[in-house]
T-cell receptor, first 110, second 113 residues
């Protein structure tokens, strides 16, 4: 299967911006996704981007895609304590198969 | 929109018993549903892909006789863990495919004593 990699941990201070990074290997990705998982809960879809887009903004969330480098990032502006969670990136290939990253645990320090 | 429910949210059972978990798409029809298993502090492990009206496709290493999947309608898929043992204790999450993405249920925590 394809590899989707994320750093495991990120800590930021409340009010700062968070940037969570993801790299992938599949050159035939069609869509790329960011999900949020709070403790004991399922995954909540935050946002997704079509592979021919460079950027997508949705309120405090900004997704940047560098298709050449196969690099995806999620920026959370004005990070709040409620943003503390695990964030998964995922990509869908041309065969509609999903591949999930290892997850990044975001801790927001008050 | 695109809400997926799971039932039960948690279950405790004795070793050797079978447990059924339901996954429902509440406001859309899902021809494809997915079943994942998640170990503590780890990513999702895809167990099987369930297509309405046909047999599920299991990932390598997943015993299809142990984890029975039925996708009888466009809004319901079930996962039955047969003859459960303590090593089957885990967090099971389903998702439903719709509009180029997957929408996840809240998960079911299974504990086998």
């Amino acid at each position: 299967g394809e590899d989707v990699e994320q750093s495991l941990f990120l800590s930021v201070r409340e009010g700062d911006s968070s940037v969570i990074n993801c790299t992938y290997t599949d050159s035939s990705s069609t869509y790329l996704y960011w999900y949020k998982q709070e403790p004991g809960a399922g995954l909540q879809l935050l946002t997704y981007i079509f592979s021919n887009m460079d950027m997508k903004q949705d309120q405090r969330l900004t997704v940047l895609l560098n298709k050449k480098d196969k690099h995806l990032s999620l920026r959370i502006a004005d990070t709040q304590t409620g943003d503390s969670a695990i964030y998964f990136c995922a990509e869908k290939d041309a065969g509609n198969q999903f591949y999930f990253g290892t997850g990044t645990s975001l801790t927001v320090i008050p | 929109g695109a809400v997926v429910s799971q039932h039960p949210s948690w279950v405790i059972c004795k070793s050797g018993t079978s447990v059924k978990i339901e996954c429902r798409s509440l406001d859309f029809q899902a021809t494809t549903m997915f079943w994942y298993r998640q170990f503590p502090k780890q990513s999702l492990m895809l167990m099987a892909t369930s297509n309405e009206g046909s047999k599920a496709t299991y990932e390598q290493g997943v015993e299809k006789d142990k984890f029975l999947i039925n996708h009888a309608s466009l809004t319901l898929s079930t996962l039955t863990v047969t003859s459960a043992h303590p090593e089957d204790s885990s967090f099971y999450i389903c998702s439903a495919g719709w509009a180029d993405t997957q929408y996840f249920g809240p998960g079911t925590r299974l504990t086998v004593l």
